[in-house]
């Protein structure tokens, strides 16, 4: 590659219209009564600012790093609520973008290409803001935030845990690679240097994850789970004595999640055992296939489509990369346990929040990482009929999602106010 | 039959269970496009289905007006795929005029019918009426007029349409057909990647 020093303007005006949107839509879903934003700034941020409410808010958002930042910007900076909320929107719209921009750089510099920091800052930016193909003809093509998006944007404390997402999933890539293969150079991290301060920096982020919003890690720590046992039994199965060592790995890197996995089931205890959740005796019930779905969608199988239509794309076109790389191999297995989730699980007092479907959505924003990781670091066969056509397509596919992703921010912004 | 043969006939098998196991019907949406109305009171379509072959009680699915969105939208469940047997669409009880431009009917995110006002509420798609003072259809205009009247004005659908929207609950076989083509590429994409 590489990115040229002082080509670094493209990245910065990018995250600045990054920040700007997640500004202006906070701004603009404050002026519609039933948002995600009107219940955080105008409900659980009153609660947790006043002394005799401030345990019922935290039972109420016990995932409190989004209001954290708000509260700092309104009683230490003297920032009106309102705008504190959409100054804490930008800050993690920017970390997000940040965070994108670096896993795609990496990509470029590990599979040793040229890549302009422009073309990098618009991929990064188009992850931020990309949607399911809609179109405004069709009540089910309809251009709006619906839970099966990889990009909720109108969900702040879902958007705080984006940046932390990344850097989990890089993380959990490079120290796989390492504990797989002791000459493995990273992707993203120095690894090769050893595993322990990675470790660390993975207990930290999922933990600020948690605390962003739980339902990152509720998918994430599951899914890594099910892949390293898998890898353990397929071990044991072989019975070369390489289990044991492989279960000494395993311990290690479940206990980079304790601390993440302590403070979900304390978040757990405060919203439904000690009643923060709203509603009187509401808790977590399994529920009929799907029944949550057919809240939000006529057709289940139509929605993943027209989410991932770029990546069920670049999986059929870099089926085998895709496949058997660590990225691709969790970000599918989080899709699976993230979809079992959404689909048994909703809370008794309020399925129509459809609060079990936003693991789904995160899942489905390491689909997209794991298919630009594809579709970046392994090139067509040059001997294949219309060779590059099939990657110009994809990248088509990609520009159509961020299309729909421009049209829904253009819809909220000056339809909405 | 060697190991692999096995394998790609255990996922065919599978694939096409899926693809051919009866899974619920989907709703059916009827959806009235308009250019201008008054009224935000809601509007209703009674139902008559086979067990009980009369319109009235609480066979009745309402729908209010979607100023956003210019529509008005009835979802009709699932339990009536082909039990329907007559539709009644009522209107709210004011005098004004209202502008249809089209209506469509879906089923799982796909639109199976698409009607002009005019087509939709043509005489030989209307079974009978009350309380309808006019219906009209400029030749210049793609809208369709219909005057009501403060009394129970309502219109009763033709078998027509009727024989439509009883056809079009879907039981998601194209939808999961795509899947299963799509989960069986890339198994045999990989397999053959694989291989090479």
Known sequence: MNVKKKDYAAAIIFGMITAYIAYAIDKAELSNIISDYTGHVYVYLPMLLKKETFFQGLGAAPYFLWHLLTIIGYKIFGIPLEYAAGYSNALFALFSYLTVYFFVSSLYKRAGKEARSSVIAIISFGMCILQPIAADWSNVWILSVAPITPNPVTNPTYMATRGFAVLAFCLVIDIWGRQENDDYKGIFFKVENGLKRYYIALSIILLLSVLAKPTFVEMFIPAVGIVMLARWIKRAAKKDGSAKKYFKILVTTFLSAVPAIVVVFAQFLMYFIFGGSYGEGGSVVITPFLQVWRMFTDNAGISIIRALLFVMFVMLIRTVPFIDSNAGRLALVCFVVSFLQGAFLGESTKLGHGDFMWPLMSAMFLLFLAALKALIMHDEKEDRPFAGALTVTAWTIFALHVACGVMLIVKELFVLV | ?196
Do not use: W
């Open chain 2, 1 to 196: 039959m060697n190991k692999k043969t096995v394998c790609y006939a255990v996922v065919a098998i599978l694939l096409i269970a899926f693809c051919v196991i009866p899974f619920h019907s989907s709703n059916c949406i009827l959806r009235l496009h308009y250019s201008d109305i008054d009224e935000t009171e809601p509007f209703v379509l009674f139902y008559a289905t086979n067990e009980d072959n009369e319109l009235g009680g609480d066979k009745t699915i309402e729908a209010f007006v979607n100023p956003e969105l210019h529509v008005i939208e009835f979802v009709i469940p699932d339990e009536l795929h082909n039990d329907i047997t007559m539709l009644r669409l009522d209107f709210p009880p004011t005098d004004q005029t209202i502008a249809f431009d089209s209506a469509f009917v879906i089923a799982a995110s796909v639109t199976r019918k698409t009607y002009l006002a005019e087509r939709f509420f043509a005489p030989e798609c209307i079974m009978g009426t009350n309380g309808i003072d006019a219906i009209q259809s400029p030749q210049s205009e793609v809208a369709t007029y219909i005057v009501t009247s403060g009394g129970d004005p309502y219109i009763v659908l033709s078998d027509e349409i009727v024989k439509v929207i009883n056809r079009s609950f879907s039981s998601y076989f194209v939808t999961k057909l795509i899947l299963s083509l799509f989960i069986g590429s890339v198994i045999f994409l990989y397999d053959r990647g694989k291989r090479s």
